[in-house]
Each structure stands twice: as C-alpha cells, then as structure tokens.
C-alpha cells in the first residue's frame, strides 16, 4: 500500500477518497503529522502535492462519467440538440435558396 494511502488512513478519508477533503483539513492534518514527528516538512509538501493531484483526478473522473450518462440519457431520451438544430437550418436554408433558384427560372 502507498504511503499515501496510509496517511488517508490515517485521516480516516480512505473509504470516502479524497475529494470531499478540503486544502484546510489537509493542511491541519500534515502539521499535526509534521508536529508529531511522523512526516518531515518535505514529505508534508509532497503528501498534500500527491492528495490534491489525486483530488484533481478523481474529480475529472467523475465529471467524465457524468457527461457520458448525460450524452446518453439526452441520446436515450430523443431529445434534439442545439448542433442537431443548428444543421437542420443550414439544410433547410440551402434547400429554400435551391427551391427559389429554380421557381426563378
């Protein structure tokens, strides 16, 4: 197991992960853990760099995963998009200019 996830352990933030932790709790955590002898300053700057970077990851994650079921659930749904709307007017637009073209002539 990484040293990180014993020091998440250590907080207790193991079974939840790391995103509802906050910079504050973080950092009140590595100076108590600075204090009590069991971190150098140095592992406590690359502790928080490593928590906030798996934060970050896990965030961008659950964002992927919340637009994918969005995309599907929108494409499940039928309903139409703005992109879909905006290539029917293009089509429809062409279509008249062609249409006026001809009842011209």
Known sequence: MSEMSDMLKKMGLFGIGVISLTQEKLDEFTQEMIKKGEM???????????????????????????????????????VVMKSDLAALEKKIEKLEKTINSMSNK
């Open 40 to 78: 150098s300053r140095e592992e406590g700057k690359k502790f928080v760099r490593e928590v906030l970077s798996e934060k970050e990851k896990q965030v961008r994650e659950i964002e992927d995963k919340i637009n994918e079921k969005v995309k599907k659930t929108i494409e499940e749904s039928g």
